[in-house]
C-alpha cells in the first residue's frame, strides 16, 4: 500500500504558516522524512460563491504547489488529487508530467476530473 500526504494548500488563510514555497517545501520534506510515498494538493481555479458560502475553500494553483513541493524530496510522489482540465489551459497542466529526464524525473501522478 501506498500512503501520501494531503498539504495544506487550501489552508489560504493561514499564509506563511501552511502555504509558502518554503511552508510547502518543508512539509514535502517531513512527508518524505516519515515514510510517506508522495503528497497531493487539490485544485479548485474558480470556486463559485456559493461553494465558498457553504464551507468551501480557495487554494494555491496545483502546478506551482507541486513545483514547491518538489524542490527538496528526491523520491516523494507528486499527485494532484484532482486537477480541473476544463477550466485550464489544456498544455501546461500535461507538461511537468510527461517528461521523466527534468525534475521532478517522473514523479508527477497526474489525476483529472471535471
Known sequence: MKVSLGLPTHRVDLGEEFISAAAIAEISVAAEEAGFDGVFVTDHPFPP??????????????LVSLSFAAAAPTTLRLQTNLCAPATRNPFPPT?????????PAGRGVPRGGA
Open 49 to 62: 460563491a456559493a461553494w465558498l458560502a457553504k464551507g468551501g475553500h480557495h487554494t494555491l494553483d496545483t
Open 95 to 103: 507538461t511537468p508530467f510527461p517528461t521523466p529526464h527534468l525534475p
